[in-house]
């Protein structure tokens, strides 16, 4: 680089006199014997070779060479009639006429590009290919492809595949090679656009050598950047490519954060989804300032994306879901059955029921059902069960929903088979023929021999044993066949929380030295784990479980029954996770685990992590417990 520089700086002095005489004495270099000085040499071929032509002549020519392609031509009457040109007919025509440089043999079919995403222009493309004066233009921009500026030449990498110009056509590795050459060279701008029509079309080796070096210069050059709009493309086009790559894109859109619109936002937050990047700091920037654009009105399927992507990163933004729903509810109606599976199933994956919201989109099943394939059915469901939400209008709502399922359940995957009656269930709408249809001892097969992974089948197993538990104890009409003794596997010991291990030191400290009065974390035969489990005589003391007949535990515990008036107690531990977001609602699956285990013969005491956070010392925990019993004891005794 410097020596260019050094050429260069001899060239513009040397034009100005003949000779070496006209150098300041200062940049004059001593002769020897050996060899010429370089300043000597430079102005004898630069005096030499500039012939007849006048001092200004050899200026220009100097200049052109050293800026090259960096200069955009001057507008001619010919680029005009280019632009004017109203069909691909009509430029032929024009350029067979009058001609040009290869700069505007480019210009011309990109034109044509344009001209072909018509619907008239679609129908003549293959006409086109074949036509001797198109043959011609790629003819002329491949021989003065150097003469091409730089914009045109990355417009024209895009357009020849949009006119259907084959990766092995000689124009169009020409350039490409040219672009490849000048990378170094192009404006970021212009390699943003290069990136964007490279990511799709990197087919062969030369294109994918190409959107390599593209991708290197980006990160080379990332501070370059000065627009949004290019750090949403990129982060969509190129950043699955390049983890360097989007690392940096990421702080130069915490850096625009301010500037992005709406669309910038949703680009930028999909494309962190797609590649399960969950950039705490910029998804926290990008939900601030969205919510600040009070005035601007946002699209029904930006607001939907926007969801899924918060869905996908489990990113919980209170303010933004709240803006989401009140520009959805107006527009529920107008929304698409896939919209608004997508927007339920994002939702309940947050964890995040709001109601008006969701008696919306059970409305809308109702009036548009005959619009809902079977799939979208079956999100629907499984995102009001997530959420234990009952719609206003349960009975047409699911008389509609047991109408589609009758004949499309049995043809479903065992997996979302299993998960669309596991989900019934929670909402207690699972009819006989949906449980016999997962209880069956072929269908456990099925579900057995997938060869998933071990967490997976655990996961269902469990969800089959509370299946199986809602048709012994919640379904009396059930006549079909029952679990397979094998099927009854039972979750492994998992490391305490901190709630269940301070609800087991209560406990022992509230039993005192008698042991054998309580038992913590048992694994029932209806899939649901208890935490803690006494059993109250009629005096509401503790009695020793070990002779006492459980048949909730597998092996169904002692002979002796229970003393007349006992109570059984079961304490569960209600973490964070089991409610829904920013309320005190549990979850569908918590919601049901109660259930069961009360129409199993217990009585159910709920410890909520919120409440025991209050207590600080033992004897509150112990006193806590103390009361928690007593009224699950009066309630019961009110009934």
Request: overall charge neutral; proline content about 5%.
């Amino acid at each position: 680089m410097s020596t260019r520089l050094l050429v260069r700086c001899i060239r513009l002095l040397g034009s100005h006199s003949p000779g070496v005489s006209a150098l300041p004495a200062a940049c004059r270099l001593p002769l020897t014997t050996h060899a010429p000085p370089l300043a000597a040499l430079t102005l004898r071929l630069h005096t030499s070779t500039s012939g007849g032509r006048s001092e200004g002549q050899r200026l220009s020519q100097a200049q052109a060479q050293d800026d090259g392609v960096l200069r955009q031509p001057e507008r001619t009457e010919l680029d005009d009639l280019i632009e004017g040109a109203g069909s691909a007919v009509e430029l032929l025509q024009v350029w067979a006429e009058r001609g040009g440089t290869g700069n505007q043999a480019a210009t011309v079919l990109i034109r044509l590009a344009r001209l072909s995403t018509t619907p008239n222009g679609k129908t003549h493309t293959a006409e086109l290919l074949q036509d001797h004066r198109f043959q011609q233009l790629l003819q002329d921009v491949d021989t003065q492809i150097s003469l091409v500026w730089n914009g045109t030449l990355v417009n024209l990498l895009r357009s020849l595949p949009q006119l259907g110009v084959s990766s092995g056509e000689p124009a169009l590795r020409s350039v490409q090679n040219e672009a490849h050459w000048r990378l170094r060279r192009l404006s970021y701008r212009h390699l943003v656009s290069l990136a964007d029509s490279c990511a799709g079309q990197a087919h062969d080796d030369q294109q994918r050598a190409l959107l390599s070096d593209v991708v290197k210069q980006l990160e080379l050059r990332w501070t370059e950047i000065s627009e949004p709009r290019d750090v949403a493309l990129l982060m969509g086009k190129l950043g699955h490519l390049s983890g360097a790559l989007m690392d940096r894109l990421e702080d130069k859109a915490l850096e625009l954060a301010e500037r992005f619109s709406p669309e910038d936002t949703r680009r930028v937050a999909l494309a962190l989804a797609a590649q399960s990047r969950r950039s705490v700091p910029l998804l926290r920037a990008l939900s601030y300032h969205l919510v600040q654009k009070h005035g601007i009105e946002l699209r029904s399927g930006l607001l939907v994306d926007l969801a899924f992507a918060y869905g996908k990163l489990n990113f919980h933004q209170t303010q933004v879901f709240q803006r989401i729903a009140s520009d959805l509810l107006p527009r529920v109606l107008e929304l698409g059955a896939s919209d608004i599976t997508r927007c339920a199933k994002s939702f309940a994956y947050l964890k995040w029921l709001n109601l008006p919201l969701f008696e919306a989109f059970a409305q809308h099943f109702l009036v548009h059902n005959e619009k809902y394939n079977t799939p979208q059915l079956c999100n629907l469901v499984l995102s009001f069960a997530r959420l234990n939400y009952q719609p206003s209008n349960g009975d047409a709502f699911y008389s509609k929903v047991h109408e589609k399922l009758d004949s499309a359940l049995g043809q479903l995957e065992p997996f979302l088979q299993t998960d669309v009656v596991w989900s019934l269930c929670v909402l207690q709408q699972a009819r006989p023929s949906y449980l016999q249809s997962v209880l069956e001892p072929d269908f456990y097969k099925k579900l057995t021999g997938s060869g998933g992974s071990s967490s997976r089948d655990e996961n269902y197993m469990l969800k089959q044993l509370h299946i199986n538990t809602t048709a012994a104890l919640e379904c009396p009409e059930y006549r079909g066949p029952a679990l397979p003794a094998e099927a009854f596997v039972y979750p492994g010991e998992r490391k305490a929380s901190a709630l269940q291990s301070g609800l087991r030191d209560a406990l022992r400290a509230l039993v005192g030295e008698q042991q054998d009065l309580y038992r913590t974390a048992l694994s029932t035969v209806y899939g649901w784990t208890i935490d803690g489990e006494l059993v109250l005589n009629s005096e509401s003391k503790p009695v020793p479980l070990k002779d006492l007949a459980a048949p909730h535990l597998p092996k169904a515990g002692g002979a002796t029954p229970l003393p007349p008036g006992a109570k059984r107690i079961a304490f569960l531990a209600c973490e964070f996770p089991h409610y829904n977001s920013r309320s005190k609602d549990l979850l569908g699956r918590f919601v049901m685990q109660r259930r069961h285990l009360q129409l199993a013969g217990f009585l159910t005491v709920d410890v909520p992590y919120y409440e025991w956070l209050e207590l600080k010392s033992d004897w509150q925990k112990v006193a806590y417990l103390k009361d928690k019993m007593g009224k699950a004891v009066a309630e019961d005794m009110a009934k």
